[in-house]
């Protein structure tokens, strides 16, 4: 599960895990989207990697237990106990949602 850190590490602007402006490389420094695009020209200064967009967590459990508030930050890696079928049948009664509105 990504840590969701709460600021930029250059402006120290702050990123709430719903933020579509957080940006995190492969070793999840996060920055602004402002930042990463005007200070740091898509280089991350502590690996030299790029940037992506930081996945959004629910707020809403849509599962019994699975939200941000259910779910703390963590540095273990999660897998799905879910079936391909079964992940298609749920996806579709969210796609139509925008992440920050889930």
């Known amino acids: 599960?990504?840590?969701?850190r709460p600021n930029c590490?250059?402006?120290d602007k702050n990123l709430p895990p719903s933020s579509g402006e957080a940006c995190i490389c492969t070793y999840e420094c996060t920055f602004?989207?402002?930042?990463?695009?005007n200070l740091l020209k898509n280089v991350c200064p502590n690996c030299g990697g790029g940037f992506s967009s930081r996945p959004i967590?629910?707020?809403t459990a849509h599962r019994q237990g699975?939200?941000?508030s259910h779910q703390p930050q963590s540095n273990n890696r999660v897998n799905t106990k879910y079936s391909v079928d079964e992940i298609k049948q749920f996806a579709g009664t969210l796609k139509d949602t925008l992440p920050e509105n889930r």
């Open 1 to 4: 599960m990504l840590e969701l």
């Open 32 to 37: 602004c989207r402002d930042c990463v695009d």
């Open 66 to 68: 699975v939200s941000l």
């Open 57 to 59: 967590r629910p707020t």
């Open 9 to 11: 590490e250059a402006c």
